[in-house]
């Protein structure tokens, strides 16, 4: 994968704060290593702070935003036939609705997880 293509996912993957799901932060630009061949060790230690609740940490403890992770609960909860195909469904475009720039984000997770 292409690291401009794979830094998008993972910016994605840790958007906010992981104890105020804000977006509001300050953070060190030092640039980490990718090695395309294996994208899963990659690690942004970029120093943040939260400006909206004061955590501190690095850029890899930070956490998608909490639409993405309610998604991923859906998909859980589909998998696990605590909900139908057609309750997930209904949501997945509740919540595509809910966040319109997100939508071919919300799409490749519904095509991956389906
Ligand atoms: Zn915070």
Do not use: Q
Request: net charge negative; with cysteine; hydrophobic share 25%.
């Amino acid at each position: 994968m292409e690291y401009s293509e794979f830094y998008k996912k993972y910016e994605k993957e840790h958007a906010c704060c992981p104890r105020c799901h804000s977006r509001d932060y300050n953070i060190t630009l030092v640039g980490y290593i990718y090695d395309p061949e294996h994208p899963e060790n990659y690690k942004d230690g970029n120093s943040v702070r939260c400006h909206t609740c004061g955590w501190r940490g690095i850029k890899h403890d930070m956490v998608p935003e909490p639409e993405k992770m309610y998604w991923t609960l859906v998909c859980t909860n589909y998998k696990e036939n605590t909900m139908t195909k057609e309750e997930a469904s209904n949501l997945a475009d509740r919540l595509t609705e809910l966040c319109k720039d997100e939508k071919v984000y919300f799409y490749a997770v519904k095509k991956e997880n389906y």
